[in-house]
């Protein structure tokens, strides 16, 4: 992992598996095309303080992209899913499809599951990466990913994840352009996983993946 980044261990970071940081819970609310969610997020949590403008960007990018269409009954897969704003706005957007919500953190998966019941929505299914059953594959993965958890890391998480894309799925993913988002998107092509900027707004870059099997 490369110098200063914190451990995945480290309790006084998001991406720790069990947050020790003291609850400060705070409400925020995701308006999309199909109307708006209110959710809960707290400390220890990614995006403690409400919607970050990474997700914000990528919310409103995806709400315009015409995107594949997708089989009723597919599962469908939100990477770091936080408290739930991509993965609930993915289940009211797909509401035949199943939602994986993903999060090695505890607290993150406890809000998520709080919020889909809040929000009535039955098609989220929240789980610990390890959890998730290795035959299910993906129709598509969107995401913010944890990029402060290092390069290697990152790169270990996303060939994980890529790889279990159907073979005509897409990954649509967030990536502030000051934190690599061009580097990632060649590597992500150089693993022949063709990657397009889709859009660039607020320095971020939304990018589009594709598979080639």
């Known amino acids: 992992m490369p110098k ?4 995945s261990s480290d309790p006084q970071h998001y991406f720790s598996e069990s947050p020790q940081a003291e609850s400060r819970r705070k409400e925020f609310a995701v308006t999309g095309a199909d109307g708006e969610l209110t959710l809960s997020t ?3 949590v990614f995006s403690q303080h409400g919607l970050d403008k990474g997700t914000s960007v990528f919310l409103e990018v995806m709400a315009k992209h015409d995107c594949a269409p997708i089989d009723p009954g597919s599962f469908l897969c939100d990477i770091g899913c936080g408290s739930g704003a991509i993965a609930l706005t993915l289940a009211v957007r797909y509401p035949a499809c199943i939602i994986y919500a993903i999060d090695t953190n505890k607290r993150a ?32 993965i969107w995401s913010n990913p944890p990029i402060r958890i290092g390069k290697s890391a990152l790169h270990e998480l ?15 993913l967030v990536v502030n352009k000051n934190l690599g988002a061009d580097s990632l998107s060649q590597w992500m092509t150089d693993l022949s996983y063709p990657t397009t900027r889709l859009a660039s707004r607020n320095g971020f870059r939304v990018l589009e993946v594709k598979t080639t099997r």
Request: hydrophobic letters at 45%; aromatic letters at 6%; proline letters at 6%.
């Open 158 to 172: 996303l060939e994980l994840w890529l790889a279990r894309l159907d073979a005509d799925g897409t990954a649509y």
């Open 4 to 7: 200063n980044t914190p451990s």
């Open 42 to 44: 707290d400390a220890g």
């Open 109 to 140: 998966r406890d809000m998520c599951v709080e919020n889909a019941a809040r929000n009535g929505l039955t098609n989220v299914v929240v789980k610990a990466p390890d959890e998730v059953d290795p035959s299910i594959t993906f129709a598509a």
